[in-house]
C-alpha cells in the first residue's frame, strides 16, 4: 500500500479493527466529506474519520440525526465531493427515504451499515447480518442497488475502495455491509503487502459539450456527472421522475426509459462487480455458501471436513446483490446438497434456492447474537 498523501505514512503492520480499516479505505478511495450521527456498533467509524479527514482537508459533520446525516452527504455529493455516512439498522431504516433519492437521482454515495441484531432496537451490543434483505429492498421503486461485504479487516479497507469506484463509476449508492464482529474486531494487517484497487473517478462532459444531467453517451448505461452550482452548465435536481434535462415529467414512455437504464446501469454490469471466491475442491459434492463474518467459521468447518474424507467447498460471497448468479451456479453445479450460512433465519437462503430449484438447499441460519460456529456449520453438513 505504501505512503498515503499527506501526514500518513500506511505502510507495515498495523492492529486495526474493521470500522478503522473502513475509514482508512475511505480515505485512500478519496473520500472528502463524512457525516453521521453516532450508533452502536458504527461510531468507530465516526471516531476514526474526525481523526482522518480534518487534517488532510477533508469534513466531518455530527448532524442532528440519521436523517440529516445522510442528506448532508447526498448534498456533498452532489457538488462533486466523495461522501460516505455509517449507521446500523435503526439508523439505517430512517436513512429509506434519502436512499431512494440516491437512487432516482443517481447520486453517488456510499453507506456503511455495521449490522447488529434486530429487529427495531434490537441488541446494540450483539452482531447479526439482519438487514441483508433491507439493503436490497428499503427503498421506494425497488430498483437495484450495489451491496459488499467484507468478511475481515482486509476486506473492510480494500471493499471500501471497491465502494467508491462502484459509487463513482455507476453514479449510484453503494452499500457495505459489515458488523458488530467485524466492525469491532482488532487483527494485524500488513499494509505494505495491501494491493488496493486503483481509484475511479466520476466521468465528466468534455469542455464545451452540451449538457444534460441525465442523458447517456451511445451504448452508455450512466450519465456523465457535473456538480451541481458548477459555472459551465446548469444542472438540475430532483426527487420527482424526470427526462434527461432533470426536469419532473410525467411522461410514462420517458419514466419507463429512465427507470429501465437504471436497473440495466446495475444488473447489466453485475460482472464489474462480481466479488466472490472459492475454497475447497472445484466440483464438490456439498458446497457451503457464505458471507461476512461467518465465512471464517466456515473455513474451519471446510478444514474438518476435508480431514473427514468429504467432497465439500465453501463460495465466500463478497457481493451480495446484484446476486452471482453465475458464480452460485457454477460453484454448484456437480453439488447434491447446498448449505447456506448466514447470521440471520435465512435472508439469503431464499436467493440460493430461488437459483438453485433443483438442488438440495439447506439454510443454517442463527439470530440470537451469537455467532454460528464450525462446528454447527459441520453438522449441517453432516444432515
Known amino acids: 500500500m505504501g505512503k498515503c498523501a499527506g501526514q500518513y505514512d500506511l505502510s507495515g503492520f498495523r492492529m486495526l479493527d474493521g470500522n478503522e480499516a473502513v475509514a482508512w479505505g475511505a480515505f485512500w478511495a478519496g473520500c472528502g466529506f463524512f457525516s453521521g450521527y453516532p450508533i452502536t456498533p458504527a461510531t468507530g467509524i465516526f471516531n476514526a474519520m474526525l481523526g482522518i479527514l480534518p487534517p488532510s482537508g477533508g469534513t466531518v459533520l455530527?448532524?442532528?440525526?440519521?436523517?440529516?446525516?445522510?442528506?448532508?452527504?447526498?448534498?456533498?455529493?452532489?457538488?462533486?465531493l466523495k461522501a460516505m455516512t455509517a449507521t446500523s439498522g435503526p439508523g439505517l431504516?430512517?436513512?429509506?427515504?434519502?436512499?431512494?433519492?440516491?437512487i432516482g437521482s443517481e447520486i453517488?454515495?456510499?453507506?456503511?451499515?455495521?449490522?447488529?441484531?434486530?429487529?427495531?432496537?434490537?441488541?446494540?451490543?450483539?452482531?447479526?447480518?439482519?438487514?441483508i434483505q433491507f439493503m436490497r429492498w428499503g427503498s421506494s421503486g425497488g430498483?437495484?442497488?450495489i451491496v459488499l461485504c467484507p468478511?475481515?479487516?482486509?476486506?473492510?479497507?480494500?471493499?471500501?475502495?471497491?465502494?467508491?469506484?462502484?459509487?463513482?463509476?455507476?453514479?449510484?449508492?453503494?452499500?457495505?455491509?459489515?458488523n458488530k464482529e467485524i466492525g469491532l474486531t482488532k487483527e494485524s494487517i500488513d499494509l505494505s503487502g495491501l494491493a488496493l484497487p486503483a481509484v475511479r473517478e466520476r466521468t465528466r462532459p468534455e469542455p464545451g459539450q452540451g449538457y444534460l444531467p441525465f442523458r447517456t453517451r451511445p451504448g452508455q448505461d450512466v450519465p456523465l456527472f457535473l456538480p451541481i452550482g458548477?459555472?459551465?452548465?446548469?444542472?438540475?435536481?430532483?426527487?420527482?421522475?424526470?427526462?434527461?434535462?432533470?426536469?419532473?415529467?410525467?411522461?410514462p414512455q420517458v419514466i419507463a426509459a429512465m427507470q429501465e437504464r437504471r436497473r440495466r446501469k446495475v444488473e447489466a454490469h453485475a460482472g464489474e462487480m462480481a466479488f466472490a471466491e472459492l475454497r475447497g475442491e472445484p466440483e464438490a459434492e456439498a458446497v457451503i455458501i457464505t458471507y461476512g463474518v461467518t465465512a471464517r467459521a466456515a473455513l474451519a468447518a471446510l478444514a474438518v471436513l476435508q480431514r473427514q474424507g468429504r467432497?465439500?467447498?465453501?463460495?465466500?460471497?463478497?457481493?451480495?446483490?446484484?446476486?452471482?448468479?453465475?458464480?452460485?451456479?457454477?460453484?454448484?453445479?456437480?453439488?447434491?446438497?447446498v448449505v447456506v450460512a448466514e447470521m440471520n433465519q435465512g435472508q439469503y437462503a431464499r436467493e440460493v434456492q430461488r437459483i438453485l430449484p433443483n438442488r438440495s438447499v439447506r439454510g443454517l441460519g442463527r439470530m440470537d447474537g451469537d455467532l454460528l460456529t464450525p462446528t454447527e456449520i459441520t453438522e449441517a453438513v453432516h444432515g
Open 62 to 80: 455530527q448532524a442532528e440525526d440519521e436523517i440529516a446525516a445522510i442528506g448532508a452527504c447526498l448534498g456533498a455529493s452532489m457538488a462533486g
Open 93 to 102: 431504516s430512517l436513512f429509506s427515504e434519502h436512499i431512494s433519492f440516491a
Open 108 to 131: 453517488p454515495l456510499v453507506i456503511v451499515d455495521v449490522q447488529r441484531l434486530g429487529p427495531s432496537t434490537g441488541s446494540a451490543t450483539k452482531g447479526a447480518d439482519s438487514d
Open 143 to 145: 430498483q437495484p442497488v
Open 151 to 178: 468478511m475481515d479487516v482486509r476486506d473492510c479497507l480494500v471493499l471500501t475502495v471497491q465502494a467508491f469506484n462502484l459509487a463513482e463509476a455507476f453514479r449510484c449508492p453503494v452499500f457495505l455491509a459489515s
Open 230 to 251: 458548477g459555472q459551465t452548465a446548469l444542472v438540475r435536481q430532483t426527487s420527482s421522475t424526470h427526462g434527461q434535462d432533470g426536469y419532473i415529467t410525467t411522461d
Open 311 to 337: 467432497s465439500v467447498s465453501v463460495l465466500i460471497l463478497r457481493t451480495l446483490w446484484p446476486v452471482l448468479e453465475g458464480r452460485i451456479r457454477e460453484a454448484c453445479s456437480r453439488a447434491g446438497l
